[in-house]
């Protein structure tokens, strides 16, 4: 792999117009990756869902070279109907399209740049691959006072022109004081067989407020990972919903600081997965000051042969007095082959706290189905109410009503 690697990484260098200097920063951060490798089941934050034998056994031979100088034409079929929205459309992981259209220019300032160095501090692998093959980083500020009139979507598509291909993105995200971004990442991916690695970066002044909903509902034999990583000033607000349900492999990771008085997180999730499908959240909420707040809940339906995993980890500093800190997952297992994996963890070096975190799994309860059959409905409805009341608890959750309405939709849940 590691000549392939290095093949294709001076494929890219040839193609793109890079200093010295961020030639050695992307070198660096390959030799990381190559000494690391793909993450595998030996590394603890990796035990649900093994990258690298995944890759092994369902696609192969990865080709990490992307021509991203060769435009794609854009599919307008996959844009999201009936909610008035800016957009951002990701082909085969080259922005082929950038419309505010709907907001004032001047309150949002766009960039790009060659440079994909990471300020933060972490441990993984699929950051340095991102880092090392990503073509430029493009840069989303939106100036103070400013809170965008429509959403904003993030189409991720990939056409046929690439397959058994590593795609990585990366976008950074500045929300100035008292902003306020309602962003949407919408998957429609009709190609097989690639690895897609996106790593997003958010700093939030305060009083800023970020609603992110990640959607990936239609179904594809790819493997996506997904990282968030989110700073959070004073008073600011985070809010992550995500739908996974979509991909044959999908791992969703969010890490959140929050270093401001005041700040607060919250991620909810849904996994609705059919037969064969292997997906993982896994969350880290910070509480890095005092007077923070943080929520999580998971909900898993899972069919024949699938497995969800969520692991989540509150971590309280010492400093960080006056935490509240919630986390519970619950898991339907819809077949005897399914399987949920929870892994809760609370880390908390401060007295004056409250922190609590939960998970249950079982089937769906007979008593309830038969009791609903006594009222007229048959087996398949019963179970489709139980199963649409259990999800529609999580989507509840979202504080944007129109985006809630279009994410009932997508589901198909009923009130």
Request: net charge neutral; glycine share 4%.
């Amino acid at each position: 792999m590691s000549e392939q690697l290095l093949s294709d990484f001076h494929k890219i260098i040839k193609t793109s117009k890079i200093s010295k200097e961020e030639f050695e920063i992307k070198k660096d951060y390959l030799n990381k990756f190559i000494e690391s490798g793909f993450p595998n089941r030996k590394q603890e934050d990796w035990k649900f869902l093994d990258i690298s034998q995944i890759i092994k056994k369902n696609i192969g031979d990865l080709s990490f070279f992307n021509d991203y100088l060769q435009s794609n034409k854009i599919d307008t079929s996959i844009f999201v109907d009936g909610l008035e929205h800016n957009k951002i459309i990701f082909i085969n992981g080259r922005i082929e399209k950038i419309d505010f259209n709907y907001e004032d220019q001047n309150k949002i300032q766009l960039t790009d740049e060659t440079k994909t160095d990471v300020s933060f501090d972490y441990k993984n692998s699929l950051i340095d691959l991102n880092s090392a093959f990503t073509h430029k980083v493009f840069k989303i500020f939106i100036k103070k006072n400013y809170s965008l009139n429509k959403p904003l979507i993030i189409y991720h598509s990939t056409d046929d022109k690439i397959k058994s291909t590593n795609i990585n993105l990366r976008l950074d995200f500045e929300l100035g004081e008292n902003s306020c971004l309602k962003l949407i990442d919408f998957f429609t991916n009709n190609t097989a067989k690639n690895f897609i690695n996106i790593f997003y970066n958010f700093n939030l002044k305060q009083d800023a407020i970020l609603k992110n909903y990640k959607i990936d509902k239609f179904k594809n034999d790819n493997l996506k990972y997904s990282f968030n990583n989110i700073e959070q000033g004073n008073n600011s607000v985070s809010e992550t919903f995500i739908l996974s349900a979509g991909s044959d492999y999908l791992k969703n990771e969010i890490n959140c600081n929050l270093n401001g008085e005041y700040s607060s997180a919250f991620v909810n999730g849904v996994f609705s997965l059919k037969e064969n499908q292997q997906h993982e959240i896994r969350t880290t909420i910070n509480h890095l000051i005092e007077n923070t707040k943080s929520y999580q809940l998971i909900k898993s339906v899972l069919g024949k042969n699938s497995k969800s995993a969520y692991q989540g980890k509150i971590f309280v500093n010492s400093k960080a007095q006056k935490t509240d800190g919630y986390q519970l997952s619950k898991a339907i297992l819809l077949d005897e082959t399914s399987e949920f994996n929870a892994k809760p963890e609370l880390e908390i070096y401060a007295d004056d706290v409250r922190c609590s975190h939960g998970s249950a799994s079982g089937s769906l309860n007979e008593d309830s189905i038969f009791y609903l059959m006594s009222r007229g409905l048959n087996y398949q409805q019963s179970k489709e109410l139980l199963i649409n009341g259990f999800l529609l608890d999580v989507v509840e959750k979202i504080t944007d009503s129109e985006i809630k309405n279009l994410i009932k939709n997508i589901i198909g849940l009923k009130e």
